[in-house]
């Protein structure tokens, strides 16, 4: 194995999580000696591929060019990962070479298991199969939308953890939505499909959703998981578990069914040493410093922390992260605290959003006061904000660096 160069920080992905770290850094020291690590040429802003699926964001929108976005001062590694040393402090790439580093930065994301139900890929993108977890899906989804009179219309949501809890309503909500502005809904029987116990995890939300549920005529059905799917007999297989613990399995006919798959640590990561017993980086919920390794820190939908895999969550982690390891860079001592804080910017119809923002144990965290904006309610600010704001934030702002509603809260703060 070849040493193929040491920097003073590397980043493990150039996702959201790694480029608004290295840029957070930058911002406080552009003499820092970076390297991000990241094998596509392509930066996704996946936060807009359910507007991709409701008809009010184009796929061209959420898709950057990646060397746009790697900030100018940070070397890119085009190359992925295979393996850690964090004993002989070096990242392993698939070509064999090796990267050695001062301190780590580990956000790669995590990975979608389409293999995981049965029959799924050999029929996503046809025979009225679609997710708005795949870019090159999404505008599949809203042409299902758009021509589809009448019949049975299925959503799903797997076990946790999955990124954007709420995408999978998302999903449901906006269709239906055009189906009612177009007067199809009353032929279209709507049904939602969660393997979980509840239809959102935080209580204070639930009364807008429910709302919705009801205008859409949505048939509930928890404690249902998708196992399988045959596109051309188009039927899908859930695992039902009842109050009791018990399980049957049910097939269900349908016209259109969108999936949103099961959901795991990259392999290169669970098999690390990097990984807790779940295979996610172990990290300190608040530091998010690695609980084994101190010059390493992990954020994103890859690490361990218990709070929402939401893009939102990544914009409060990146300048902790920066803070603490720019801290340790000092010889000061951490003091930025992660409160677990994410945003799932629920899309209950075109032009109103119920905007749930919560941190650890499902505290409320808003960012606006209530005659700003009241999260517990549908609002037409709401999907302002989601349609016309939050993508400028997301480029212009958290990955450039700036930490506007985002600046790390201290320990004596939080």
């Known amino acids: 194995m070849n040493q193929f160069a040491k920097h003073q920080i590397l980043i493990v992905g150039g996702g959201a999580g790694g480029i608004a770290t290295a840029a957070s850094l930058l911002k406080r ?11 596509s040429e392509s930066h996704y802003y996946q936060p807009g591929w ?16 990646m060397a746009s976005l790697i900030p100018k001062k940070a070397r890119w590694i085009r190359s ?78 797997p076990p946790m953890p999955i990124k954007c809890a709420g995408a999978p309503q998302k999903a449901m909500y906006l269709s239906c939505s055009e189906w009612f502005k177009r007067k199809r809904l009353k032929d279209i029987h709507v049904s939602f499909h969660n393997a979980g116990a509840v239809l959102f995890g935080v209580k204070e939300y639930m009364p807008a959703l429910m709302e919705y549920i009801e205008k859409y005529d949505i048939k ?47 392999d290169f990561i669970a098999n690390s040493p990097l990984a807790d017993e779940a295979g996610w ?8 410093q690695h609980k084994r390794y101190e010059n390493i820190w992990g954020l994103g939908d890859a690490c361990s922390a218990p709070n929402a895999k939401t893009a939102a969550a990544v914009r409060q982690q990146a300048p902790v992260v920066a803070a603490n390891l720019f801290s340790v860079i000092k010889g000061k001592p ?45 609002t037409r600010r709401a999907w302002f904000l989601k349609e016309n704001l939050l993508s400028p934030i997301y480029f212009q702002a958290m990955l450039k660096g ?3 509603l985002a600046a790390p809260k201290t320990k004596e703060k939080k």
């Open 29 to 39: 020291d552009k003499s820092l000696d970076i390297a991000i690590i990241e094998p």
């Open 50 to 65: 359910t507007l991709v699926g409701g008809g009010a964001f184009t796929q061209a929108q959420t898709r950057h060019a």
């Open 80 to 157: 992925a990962v295979s393996g850690f040393d964090p004993d002989n402090n070096q990242v392993i790439l698939a070509d064999g070479e090796s990267v050695g580093y001062e301190y780590l930065v580990v956000s790669p994301g995590l990975k979608l298991c389409w293999d995981k139900i049965e029959g799924l890929e050999e029929t996503l993108g046809k025979n009225g199969v679609t997710s708005n977890y795949r870019f090159d899906l999404a505008p599949y989804t809203w042409k299902l939308v758009q021509e589809l009179q009448s019949g049975v219309a299925l959503f799903s949501q």
């Open 220 to 266: 509930l059905c928890l404690g249902e998981n998708l196992i399988a799917v045959n596109g051309e007999q188009k039927t899908a297989t859930f695992v039902v578990t009842d109050a009791e613990g018990n399980t049957r399995e049910e097939v269900r006919q349908f016209d259109m069914l969108h999936v949103c798959p099961p959901q795991a640590s990259m």
């Open 281 to 288: 980086v172990e990290v300190d919920q608040e530091s998010l």
């Open 334 to 378: 951490q003091i930025a605290c992660y409160t677990g804080y994410g945003s799932c910017p629920l899309t209950v119809e075109r032009g109103k959003v119920v905007l749930a923002e919560f941190g650890y144990g499902g505290v409320l965290q808003p960012s606006f006061p209530k005659w700003v904006l009241d999260g517990t309610k549908a």
């Open 402 to 404: 700036r930490e506007w």
